[in-house]
T-cell receptor
Framework: NAGVTQTPKFQVLKTGQSMTLQCAQD?????MSWYRQDPGMGLRLIHY???????DQGEVPNGYNVSRSTTEDFPLRLLSAAPSQTSVYFC????????????????FGQGTRLTVV | QQQVKQSPQSLIVQKGGISIINCAYE??????FPWYQQFPGKGPALLIA?????SEKKEGRFTISFNKSAKQFSLHIMDSQPGDSATYFC?????????????FGTGTRLKVLA
């Protein structure tokens, strides 16, 4: 019962490097999202997807790209890492609502701690 | 209008005491209000949630109180235990918008002293 799996758990990048944070879920959830968590700022939405082939921007999308080619995977790409992107990144998934009043919980991965030097 | 304001930032409670965390929102379209609990090194996990058609929801020692007119909701942890020490996030969502986005508060770090 894996749930939401994020890799890697830790990563150190040099400024200007690119990398991809992986996220996979085995619950057949339609909705997936990426958040970053910074001290005193809570969880801020970066990008989200309501299904394969559909993505949209969240609150803080600059410097990040996403794609959703399958229901299971939702990778987050850092194009050119900057020190301001030092953060803990969380991927989450949930089942699509079936109508007003019907909600399902968001399941979070264990996070990726990224440091950009 | 999308903000969810959470207070306090940190909270220290004696074992057996009541922990209270407050949140306020601005967007009246929000219709789902979950609380998430996060332990160090782990991802957030759903603790309890409420919809605005009820004023209170209780699950064990955890209670959400909801005041629709004031646009406020709070989490009460009764008989707080050291195992409750964690960071708590309130959130809000507009479930009928079709976007399934959550707006999170800034978090409250709770420490329960033994």
């Amino acid at each position: 019962n894996a749930g939401v799996t994020q890799t890697p758990k830790f990563q150190v990048l040099k400024t200007g490097q690119s990398m991809t944070l992986q996220c996979a879920q085995d619950m057949n959830h339609e909705y997936m999202s990426w958040y970053r968590q910074d001290p005193g700022m809570g969880l801020r939405l970066i990008h989200y997807s309501v299904g394969a082939g559909i993505t949209d921007q969240g609150e803080v999308p600059n410097g990040y790209n996403v794609s959703r080619s399958t229901t299971e995977d939702f990778p987050l790409r850092l194009l050119s890492a900057a020190p301001s992107q030092t953060s803990v990144y969380f991927c989450a998934s949930s089942r699509q609502h079936r109508g007003p009043g019907l909600v399902t919980e968001a399941f979070f991965g264990q996070g990726t701690r990224l440091t950009v030097v | 209008q999308q903000q969810v304001k959470q207070s306090p930032q940190s909270l220290i409670v004696q074992k057996g005491g009541i922990s209270i965390i407050n949140c306020a929102y601005e967007n009246t379209a929000f219709d789902y209000f979950p609380w998430y609990q996060q332990f160090p090194g782990k991802g957030p996990a759903l603790l309890i949630a409420i919809r605005p058609d009820v004023s209170e929801k209780k699950e064990g020692r955890f209670t959400i109180s909801f005041n629709k007119s004031a646009k406020q909701f709070s989490l009460h942890i009764m008989d707080s235990q050291p195992g409750d020490s964690a960071t708590y996030f309130c959130a809000a969502s507009h479930t009928t918008s079709g976007t399934y986005k959550y707006i999170f508060g800034t978090g409250t770090r709770l420490k329960v002293l033994a």
